[in-house]
């Protein structure tokens, strides 16, 4: 085994040498106690996780591995892949993410290793899983494995209570529940196992459990419960709901808004839940303290067609290729092929003031006004979300999540924000924001790095100061609740520049592309932000 191990280590050096990279990896499971000489029985495989990095570096580094002669692939999918290495078998996890501080470095370079209590704890939550319908192979066996398992370990760690102290060890825990989640979400689960578990299941097997070992499983059960009950009930609620807030995601990512067609749009999406609407936004009050205000804009880059000719409004992205036509109720009407044109700064036109078309199409009607956008599909894979342009429909459909998961959030979606921050200068805008004690800006950012887990915050840009005092309460938020994230300067400004003198701040999931026909951001970071948007609400003042 140890010689797996060795082979590992030295392809890890190797790939990151090749790739300029710093690709890591933990070990975990039953290798542990059996390196610790807890169990003597041998493990049939090696349970391996990463450390955090990228999931396309996830990807190809098992692929890298998969290229030695004496490798070979049993099974895979988006988050298990098994491989056989001279003849033993390796598992990687690849949707587990554990943070460095609760691990060891191996003897080997770039492998950590789980610390054993952390160890021990997951053998303990795995039971629940094991006794759950959705377990594929034999429950008893299994189970008769773990509690042998625990048994011996108790044995040894009981000496020293202070060691596997669970309630000191609550960031380990959110940590471990989020990956339970997004596994969950992965395999179509319908609910988040760990609520549901079932102490009585443990009955039949009370005669194989050493006494002090089943009454500190069923105190750690019962703490696991109730210490992290909102966190168990936002998990489920996702669950339970995952094929309506996918179709949200398939129905609205692509809706087309360009500025000043916004009202379609925010009136499908949210329904009943607007009470308050302008031309320059849209308002949702459900909190009766005027608190923390979430802002986001609803527009989004396009081409509008105005006699027959398509301009662009917002930032240029087009390229040529199959485009879409939308009357001014967002209905569409045609699909056709456009040619780019290059709107030249120094062009003569431009020197008397006068725009070119940005686009070349045939067959858009002469006799109207119409949104023009390049077709593109909405794909939500396993982990990833592909849509035409991310930037602000994310943030649109996360406020939209946002108030089914708890009614209590007070929401402003601006309008013609892609067109200088129009929205911001309307009086039905300001007036409500200037009401505020604290504001927090929802959007999407362009990072080469999007596949990374993490929250972006934005610190400070170009037209925008830093607020350290809303910084740090922001940032302790994130902490306590062992939520990634990575202060950023922007590249321009937000709805935040208008307000900065209140404490105002923007929180952003990191994206491909922002101005594209094909943008991806991760579904990890799409949850992860709705959750520390529901922690600031329920937790700053």
């Not at 773990?146 to 102290?165: F, R, T, V």
Request: charged share 25%; with cysteine.
């Amino acid at each position: 085994m140890q010689e797996i191990i060795s082979q590992i280590a030295s392809l890890i050096c190797k790939f990151n040498k090749e790739n300029n990279l710093n690709l890591q990896i933990f070990l975990k499971g039953s290798y542990l106690f059996w390196k610790e000489h807890f169990i003597s029985r041998k493990p049939n495989d090696l349970d391996l996780g990463f450390v955090n990095c990228s999931f396309r570096q996830r990807q190809e580094f098992i692929d890298f591995i998969l290229q030695e002669e004496n490798a070979e692939l049993i099974k895979k999918d988006d988050n298990l892949q098994i491989l056989r290495i001279n003849g033993f078998i390796i598992e990687f996890i690849v949707l587990e993410t554990i943070n460095k501080q609760f691990l060891k470095e191996s003897q080997y370079k770039n492998i950590y290793e789980l610390k054993i209590k952390y160890a021990f704890f997951q053998k303990i939550t795995m039971m629940g899983y094991v006794l759950s319908p959705v377990f594929p192979h034999g429950s008893n066996k299994k189970m008769l494995s773990i509690i042998d398992d625990l048994n011996i370990s108790w044995n040894i760690l009981s000496k020293n209570l202070d060691n596997i102290n669970y309630q000191s060890e609550k960031n380990f825990f959110q940590n471990s529940l989020w990956n339970s989640f997004f596994i969950y979400w992965f395999y179509n689960y319908d609910k988040m196992l760990d609520k549901y578990f079932d102490f009585s299941k443990l009955e039949s097997y009370n005669n194989y459990f050493d006494q002090s070992l089943k009454n500190y499983i069923y105190n750690f059960l019962t703490f696991m419960k109730e210490q992290f009950k909102s966190n168990l009930d936002f998990f489920d609620k996702i669950l339970k709901n995952k094929l309506i807030y996918t179709n949200i995601m398939i129905n609205f990512l692509n809706f087309p808004s360009i500025p000043g067609f916004e009202k379609k749009y925010v009136e499908k999406l949210f329904c009943d839940k607007i009470h308050k609407k302008t031309n320059g936004g849209y308002l949702s009050k459900n909190n009766k303290n005027n608190n923390v205000l979430f802002i986001n804009h609803s527009d989004e880059v396009g081409g509008i067609a105005i006699a027959g000719e398509v301009f662009n409004q917002g930032t240029i992205y087009f390229d040529s290729g199959v485009f879409e036509i939308f009357d001014q109720n967002s209905e569409k009407i045609n699909e056709i092929s456009c040619v780019k044109i290059d709107n030249l700064v120094f062009s003569e036109e431009k020197s008397r003031k006068i725009n070119r078309p940005n686009l070349k199409c045939l067959g858009i009607p002469e006799n109207g006004i119409y949104q023009v956008l390049p077709k593109s599909e909405v794909k939500i894979s396993g982990f990833t979300i592909f849509s035409r342009n991310q930037d602000n429909k994310i943030s649109n459909i996360l406020a939209r999540i946002l108030l089914d998961i708890d009614k209590n959030f007070d929401i402003l979606l601006t309008t013609k924000e892609e067109i200088q921050l129009q929205g911001t200068k309307d009086f039905f805008v300001t007036n409500q924001i200037k009401k505020y004690k604290f504001l927090v800006n929802i959007d999407v950012c362009e990072d080469q790095n999007w596949d990374n887990e993490g929250i972006k915050i934005r610190v400070a840009d170009t037209f925008t100061a830093h607020n350290n005092v809303f910084f740090n309460k922001i940032v302790e938020i994130f902490q306590k609740n062992s939520i990634p994230f990575e202060p950023y300067f922007g590249s321009g400004w937000t709805d935040i520049t208008s307000f900065q003198n209140q404490n105002a701040i923007t929180l952003s999931i990191p994206a491909s592309k922002i101005h594209s026909n094909s943008s991806m951001s991760l579904i990890k970071n799409f949850f992860f932000l709705i959750w520390i948007c529901k922690e600031i609400n329920d937790n700053i003042f």
